[in-house]
């Protein structure tokens, strides 16, 4: 077939076009993305050398901040009115407000912060302080302190204290208020030494300038204190001279734990023992209903756990959470409170509630109508020489005895007070709880939780 001229020139037209189009190709596509880069992982940076200066437990409504700031930054440090993340020096300097900045004396708490040594502390104004022991019992919600007992805090006027950033960062509360209380616990329950220097930082007078300014400090320094015990579960505070500060349940409040279940109060799954507002609580309770009992003429006795507690301690068991008495059934209408309870609770003239148990056939004795620990009251009647009663929980010590040991029954000390128990009590707890009762303490149900052996029974 021969092609005609038009038909040449046509094909030579698409064959170029065809051409430039393969040539543009390039152009037309998107082009690729750039290779990556890439960059070596950088190690974290080292703290620098050096001192960040936190002021601390200022007030808004009135404080030096000021005066503070330009007194430690013309020592060309940097300081903060807050902890922040992005500090990267060595150590941190934290100091009260008012703090007036000295070379010297940073210096030597410098040098004093060796390598056994985690906290340097010094004086801000003319009061000195002097080391005094503290011990952080978490198991029984206690901070207690000790003028013999090493240094694990400071008292006296007010601190600065110096310690490694990294230490700082490590607390899991480094910011709270007050700061230095806060550092003073959590030190204590890592084991970190103290060293407190007697020279220290001059001071200005005080920003309160007005009566209310310091009332209102005051408050919020006790509210403060409050919140940082309830933030480590610390109920009692033992001061040095024995004075106490209670943080924990009282009359008007409910008590500190929820419901018991299989016999196992929820702070022993937390491995703590009885708060001691609770222990306190109950032998308040248990010692009030010992007086009317006897002035009553009602015949009693300390029972199960408690009679425990007495015989191991002379107190109650430090994991108890309730008081158990036994009474002869029959003179339990001697007591105007036990008659009375039987129409329904009834509250004394001291604030103890009166109540028959929805359980069975027993009284319980609360704190208040708010708090809710209790003394249970177990009528118990002869039968043939047996005490037994009518109502039975289940409980393995929940047995029947012979009336024998109570013919008669003897005083014993127990929990700041004496009560009486049966005469024969090593025997009779075996009874109940089986050989070696006194010497193996157990928690209230093993099958949910065992002490561990070798801890102490209080």
């Not at 105007?336 to 359980?359: H, I, M, S, Y």
Request: proline share 9%; charged share 25%.
């Amino acid at each position: 077939m021969r092609l005609t001229p038009c038909q040449a020139a046509l094909a030579a037209a698409i064959a170029l076009n065809l051409l430039l189009l393969l040539l543009s190709l390039p152009r037309l596509l998107p082009a690729p993305p750039p290779a990556p880069r890439c960059r070596p992982i950088s190690a974290p940076r080292p703290p620098t050398p050096g001192v960040t200066v936190l002021l601390r437990d200022f007030e808004d409504f009135a404080h030096d901040l000021p005066g503070t700031s330009r007194s430690f930054s013309s020592l060309d440090l940097p300081v903060l009115p807050k902890l922040e993340l992005h500090i990267r020096t060595q150590h941190v300097l934290i100091v009260p407000d008012g703090t007036r900045a000295s070379p010297e004396i940073l210096d030597a708490m410098t040098a004093a912060l060796d390598s056994n040594t985690r906290l340097v502390l010094v004086p801000v104004g003319p009061t000195p302080l002097r080391c005094v022991g503290l011990d952080v019992d978490l198991r029984r919600w206690t901070l207690r302190y000790d003028a013999q007992g090493g240094c694990g805090a400071a008292d006296g006027g007010t601190a600065a204290l110096l310690m490694r950033s990294q230490d700082l960062f490590n607390l899991s509360f480094p910011t709270e208020r007050p700061l230095d209380l806060a550092v003073f616990i959590q030190a204590a329950l890592r084991g970190w030494r103290l060293r407190v220097l007697r020279r220290g930082f001059t001071s200005v007078p005080s920003a309160l300038s007005s009566a209310h300014h310091v009332w209102k400090a005051q408050n919020l320094k006790d509210s403060r204190r409050r919140r940082l015990m309830e933030e480590f579960g610390i109920k009692l505070e033992v001061l040095e001279d024995g004075r106490r500060r209670w943080y924990g349940c009282s009359k008007e409040t409910e008590r500190c734990f929820g419901t018991i279940r299989a016999r196992t109060p929820p702070y022993l799954l937390e491995g703590r023992w009885t708060p001691p507002c609770c222990l306190k609580a109950l032998r308040e309770t248990a010692k009030h209903v010992v007086e009317v009992l006897e002035k009553s003429g009602v015949r009693y006795w300390l029972e199960g756990g408690s009679l425990l507690g007495a015989i191991r301690s002379q107190d109650i068991i430090p994991w108890d959470y309730d008081v158990d008495l036994g009474i002869y059934r029959d003179d339990a209408t001697k007591c105007q409170w036990l008659r009375a309870a039987r129409n329904g609770p009834v509250e004394d003239e001291e604030g103890f509630v009166w109540e028959k148990a929805t359980e069975g056939d027993f009284f319980r004795v609360h704190y208040s109508r708010s708090n809710r620990l209790h003394v249970d009251l177990w009528p118990f009647f002869p039968r043939a020489g047996v005490m037994t009663k009518d109502t039975w929980l289940g409980h393995p010590q929940d047995v029947e005895f012979p009336e024998r040991f109570l013919l008669p029954t003897v005083p014993l000390p127990f929990a700041g007070f004496i009560a009486m128990g049966p005469n024969n009590a090593r025997e009779f707890l075996e009874l109940k709880f089986g050989p070696g009762a006194v010497e193996e303490p157990e928690y209230p149900n093993p099958a949910v939780l065992r002490l561990r052996r070798g801890e102490p029974p209080q």
